[in-house]
């Protein structure tokens, strides 16, 4: 079992920056791969990054490349996701996921636990 805990979201104006946070309790977080996705009001769930178990492996949605950076830190149970040069587009509640398996995934269905979300606001 894994817990997730999402935390680092909230308003702010474009052009600017977030950095989320996804503790995760238990002893075995490095036998999961993470990922963030974010769901905006209508819309299905977006895949938006992922990070291999190790850190060295990282995919990115084509609408953040460039602007979001995945990453893990192992001592910590945590992963983040560095948000930059944000658009109202970017609107949403994002949560994290964990796959039990060594690399991530751009797929919902293939993660096994999820974290509560949390929102992000980005005014124009």
């Known amino acids: 079992q894994v817990q997730l805990v999402e935390s680092g979201g909230g308003l702010v104006q474009a052009g600017g920056s977030l950095r989320l946070s996804c503790a995760a309790s238990?002893?075995?977080?490095?036998?999961?791969?993470m990922g963030w996705f974010r769901q905006a009001p209508g819309k299905e769930r977006e895949f938006v990054a992922t990070?291999?178990?190790?850190?060295?492996?990282?995919y990115y949605g084509d609408s953040v490349k460039g602007r979001f950076t995945i990453s893990r830190d192992n001592a910590r149970n945590t992963v983040y996701l560095q948000m930059n040069s944000l658009k109202p587009e970017d609107t949403a509640v994002y949560y994290c996921?964990?796959?039990?398996?060594?690399?991530?995934?751009?797929?919902?269905?293939?993660?096994?636990?999820w974290g509560q979300g949390t929102q992000v606001t980005v005014s124009s």
């Open positions: 996921a964990a796959r039990n398996s060594r690399g991530g995934s751009a797929y919902p269905h293939d993660y096994d636990y």
């Open positions: 990070i291999s178990r190790s850190g060295g492996g990282t």
């Open positions: 238990g002893r075995t977080f490095t036998t999961y791969s």
